[in-house]
């Protein structure tokens, strides 16, 4: 199985940008479907973007579409979010999540422990 390990997150104004990195191990990244996800104080984790093996493909939650960017670097074992013109309402703890069948994105299978994302107005 694999083991992923989320790094990144921070303090910043609203505005600023932010890049979340998931490194795996265990296994090879590129043998999973790989996601993000979110959970803000008293609310469920939800969906924010998903990518698969190759990287070609990926899908965004309404709410970050065309202020986040997800990528993948299989040969580095690591999964990115890139993240610009955060608002207050993107704070949240965030996940990065993999699925080791299918090709588009359904459900986690592993998770990583989260990092934690703060944005001030």
């Known amino acids: 199985q694999v083991q992923l390990v989320e790094s990144g997150g921070g303090l910043v104004q609203a505005g600023d940008s932010l890049r979340l990195s998931c490194a795996a191990s265990?296994?090879?990244?590129?043998?999973?479907?790989m996601a993000w996800f979110r959970q803000a104080p008293g609310k469920e984790r939800s969906f924010v973007c998903a990518?698969?093996?190759?990287?070609?493909?990926?899908n965004y939650a309404d709410s970050v579409k065309g202020r986040f960017t997800i990528s993948r670097d299989n040969e580095k074992n690591t999964v990115y979010l890139q993240m610009n013109s955060l608002k207050p309402e993107d704070t949240a703890v965030y996940y990065c999540?993999?699925?080791?069948?299918?090709?588009?994105?359904?459900?986690?299978?592993?998770w990583g422990q989260g990092t934690q994302v703060t944005v001030s107005s």
């Open positions: 265990g296994r090879t990244i590129g043998d999973y479907v």
């Open positions: 999540a993999g699925q080791r069948y299918g090709s588009t994105w359904r459900r986690a299978d592993y």
């Open positions: 990518i698969n093996r190759s990287g070609d493909n990926t």
